[in-house]
Each structure stands twice: as C-alpha cells, then as structure tokens.
C-alpha cells in the first residue's frame, strides 16, 4: 500500500481481555517494527521483523506480549490478559534498506 | 536509562528566526541519527538524518549537526515557519536496519 496501515485505529477493552493488533506495511518493505508510545514520551520499541523472522524481541514487556508476521508481509501483536498498564499508543513501522522508519497512525489501545 | 535524551520539553521560536533543537545520547556504539517530526493524531514521520563518519547534514531549511565526541547532536530550522511546530524526536541506531532509540520529544512552537 501506500504508507504503513494499522487496524483498529482504537480499540477499548476490559481488563483481561486478549487484543490482536495489525500491522500492514509499505509494500516491499523487508523490515518490520513495533513501538509503543506512552503520553508525552517517545516511542519504545518492542520487537522488529526481518521478512518473517523475528530478529529482535528483547523489548516486550512480559510474555503476554508476542509478535508475528508469517508471511513477511502483514503483521500482528497480541496482548493477553491485558491490564491498565497495556494501555497506551502502538505504533508499527516499516523500512527498507535506507534505515528510515515509515510509521503508520497506531493503534490505541485502552484497557479498562 | 535513557540513552537517547531531549533535555527541553518545549521550544517557542518567532517566526523566521532559527530554530535549535537539542539532542544527547550515551551509547558510543550509535553510529546512525535520524529526526523525527510528529504533528498531532499523526504517526513520527523522517526528516533527516546523519551518520557518524559526517559532521553536518543538509536540506533545504534543516540541518543535522553532530558532535561525536560530545556525544551530541541538534536540528537547525532556519527560517522557522508556523508549518514546523510540532513535537521532534530524536533517534540513533547502532546501525542502519537496526531499532532505533528514540528520545522523549521536544514540543516547537513557532509565533507567527
């Protein structure tokens, strides 16, 4: 597609709940991010793909928190049992081999 | 602890005049920094960015400068406009297609 698209824009749920999170990158683009951004701070990363490897996961939180992109394309974070600390802007990125990241809007997750 | 730090929460800067945003990092292994602009309801978008074996980029009213010794670097806006206000982040990797480390944003104001 044209730019990083993320899907739910929002996403409201009760405390306990699973949440998926999808990431569909700029077409072509080999490697893959996720951050999460809390108010007023930067993004922090989480875990990053190269095609459908995952390189890199040492910023998930805890092991409620996984990452997958089969296919090399379309990716997904899932959060389980999710708590109120979950709570916060999920941003994905997408490069290819220049280095910059391309953002998409995220996806804010509120966890009740 | 923060490796990548923006020191100044907020910035106001009359229009026309420069604009010197300010960033400090503590990892010697960074060898690749990127500006980040951020507009309201929308994700991080590039800027400009630098590596370590140059002292200066440019582009168009932006430049990137970098200190390595001081492990340090800024964004010069010159001249500001309204446009530019907006919250600039400030990023390093220890190299290109690896996750960069952003810092907590500075929020610029340009006064018309």
């Known amino acids: 597609g044209a730019g990083v698209s993320q899907s739910p824009r929002y996403k409201v749920t009760k405390r306990g709940q699973d949440v998926a999170l999808r990431c569909d990158p700029i077409s072509g683009h080999v490697s893959l991010y996720w951050y999460r951004q809390a108010l007023g701070q930067g993004p922090e990363f989480l875990t990053y793909?190269?095609?459908?490897?995952?390189?890199?996961k040492s910023g998930l939180p805890n092991d409620r928190f996984s990452a997958e992109r089969p296919e090399g394309s379309i990716s997904t974070l899932t959060i389980q049992r999710t708590e109120q600390r979950d709570s916060a802007m999920y941003r994905c990125?997408?490069?290819?081999?220049?280095?910059?990241?391309?953002f998409g809007e995220g996806s804010r997750l509120t966890v009740l | 602890d923060q490796q990548v730090k923006q020191n100044s929460p907020s910035l106001s800067v009359q229009e026309g005049r420069i604009s010197i945003l300010n960033c400090d990092y503590t990892n010697s292994m960074f060898d690749y920094f990127l500006w980040y602009k951020k507009y309201p309801a929308e994700g991080p978008t590039f800027l400009i960015s630098i590596s370590s074996i140059k002292d200066k980029n440019e582009d168009g009213r932006f430049t990137v400068f970098l200190n390595k010794s001081a492990k340090h670097l800024s964004l010069h806006i010159v001249p500001s406009q309204p446009g530019d206000s907006a919250v600039y982040f400030c990023a390093a990797s220890a190299k290109r297609n690896t996750p960069l480390v952003f810092g907590k944003g500075t929020r610029l104001s340009v006064i018309a």
């Open positions: 793909f190269n095609y459908e490897a995952q390189q890199d």
């Open positions: 990125a997408s490069s290819s081999d220049t280095g910059e990241l391309f």
